[in-house]
């Protein structure tokens, strides 16, 4: 098959073409540099031409409300309408657990807006919502510090292994469409303010976390059941224990 991966050169994009491309089908990595702008539509129309399959594994470059509703709006219009022509079979896109639970953050919304052009389309599709990536606790800590402190909710996580996250999206681009969501998640349920903590701690990092159940995520507050899976997820089977020992040297 031809598959087109957009964002194929950022984290789960490239290991996900590099697991495609093993097994043996032709695809195409789709990003800015490579010549392929799904917001200005630059390009779209040649990467996509006699493509089977397209995952849009692309995120926003800027979180500000407005600036992430209008990057999944137009990347997601502009996308849509260049499979159509070009006749793709199955559209993947990978989003995110929660995502309707949260609409509290402006990112979700974006997330949302863009799950709800995919179900009208038309085109034959599967949307992937993942927990948070492990990859992305760096990041989470960030967006609680003030000082040395972490402020951040004790809600409970589900993180996953981004190789974990390349494999199912993988084994998707191979399948059948769904036409309807499915979810992945991490195989260990843990709080978040716990886990940032032992991140921390293992990468030598002085701050201190503090559990607050009314810090916000990302604009949203989070209850116990804002981030994980109950619907039969797919789950994967790296741990942090075994992520952190692979993929992080501590300062």
Do not use: C
């Amino acid at each position: 098959m031809k598959i087109v991966v957009i964002g194929g050169t950022g984290l789960i994009g490239s290991k996900t073409v590099e697991r495609l491309r093993t097994r043996g089908h032709e695809v195409i990595a789709a990003s800015p540099n490579s010549g392929v702008n799904t917001v200005t539509g630059e390009g779209l129309a040649e990467a996509l031409t006699s493509a089977d399959v397209v995952l849009d594994l692309a995120n926003s470059p800027s979180f500000e409300n407005k600036a992430v509703l209008e990057f999944f709006e137009m990347s997601g219009r502009n996308l849509l309408a260049a499979e159509k022509t070009a006749g793709v079979k199955h559209h993947i896109a990978l989003s995110v657990v929660g995502t309707e639970r949260l609409q509290d953050s402006g990112y979700f919304r974006g997330k949302l807006a863009q799950e709800q052009l995919i179900r009208a389309s038309g085109i034959p599709y599967t949307i992937v919502h993942s927990t948070q990536f492990m990859e992305f606790l760096s990041g989470i800590a960030q967006s609680g510090t003030v000082g040395q402190t972490v402020r951040l909710s004790p809600a409970y996580v589900q993180p996953i292994a981004s190789d974990d996250v390349a494999d199912a999206m993988a084994d998707v681009a191979l399948s059948a469409p769904a036409n309807k969501t499915i979810e992945i998640s991490g195989p260990e349920r843990v709080r978040l303010s716990e886990l940032v903590a032992r991140y921390l701690k293992a990468t030598k990092d002085p701050r201190i976390v503090e559990a607050d159940a009314e810090a916000k995520y990302f604009g949203a507050r989070l209850n116990d059941q804002s981030l994980v899976s109950d619907d039969d997820p797919r789950l994967g089977s790296i741990t942090f224990e075994q992520w952190f020992a692979t993929s992080v040297r501590p300062k």
